[in-house]
């Protein structure tokens, strides 16, 4: 049986980790967030040594990628090999760089094997950049998350602050901007609102509110 997948594209800090993981909740999906396999990618890549203009090596560690992504307490974790790689997700030298290695366009075609694969196994809810774009452009849902920059920024730096006390909002401004232009502009597979999905703009809705409204959606479709 063809198995039902719910595509969440969006820019950094537009919610859709904490919309995807609840909406899967509701809905009895698995939930991946597929930001996890490049960073996973990238967090091996540097502690591997290995050169960002070393494209060949890079490839291969997405190659070589074993990975397992489970529901623990209210939030995902990802094993590789069975190595849980989830606390070194959000180093700061691993988000400086890992849009680097998601721009790589065999990169891309190794990951997209891997997000297929997940999203086949079972009903799921998948966020992403190119989700509903490239890698399941038949979905019947999809959705495109979004919330003004500043917003953004905010949500960033209240989460950043916790583990980082130096860093200050112009930091977080910078750095987010500069990704989402990283994001946006490459030339494979860049950040876009895929062809039929629903855009959301949650500046001024919490999680609960995004998700009710998601689902709104959902049951529209499902009686046409
Ligand atoms: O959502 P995130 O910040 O954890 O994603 C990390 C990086 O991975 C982000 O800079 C863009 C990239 N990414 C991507 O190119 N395509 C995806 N489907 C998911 C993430």
Not at 127 to 143: L, Q, V, W, Y
Not at 153 to 158: D, G, L, S, T, W
Request: no cysteine; net charge positive.
């Amino acid at each position: 049986m063809e198995t039902d997948v719910i595509t969440i594209d969006g820019p950094t800090s537009s919610g859709k980790n904490s919309v995807g993981f609840l909406l899967a909740k509701k809905l009895g999906y698995q939930y991946i967030d597929t930001g996890m396999i490049y960073r996973a990618g990238a967090y091996l890549i540097l502690q591997n040594n290995i050169s960002l203009d070393n494209k060949e090596d890079i490839v291969n560690t997405f190659k070589s990628l074993r990975l397992e992504i489970k529901s623990d307490n209210g939030s995902l974790r990802i094993y590789n090999n069975g190595r849980d790689l989830t606390d070194k997700l959000h180093l700061s030298e691993v988000t400086e760089n890992v849009s680097i290695v998601a721009a790589i366009k065999e990169v891309r075609e190794v990951t997209k094997v891997i997000q297929r694969k997940l999203g086949e196994s079972k009903n799921t809810v998948m966020t992403g950049r190119d989700i509903g774009s490239e890698i399941f452009p038949n979905a019947k849902h999809k959705f495109f998350l979004t919330a003004s920059a500043e917003i953004r920024v905010k949500r960033r730096f209240k989460q950043l602050i916790k583990v980082d006390p130096a860093i200050t909002y112009e930091m977080v401004y910078k750095s987010m901007l500069e990704r989402d232009e990283k994001d946006s502009t490459r030339e494979v597979s860049p950040l876009r609102i895929p062809k039929g999905a629903v855009v959301i703009d949650n500046s001024n809705l919490n999680v609960e509110q995004t998700v009710e409204e998601m689902l709104k959606h959902i049951q529209q479709k499902l009686f046409i």
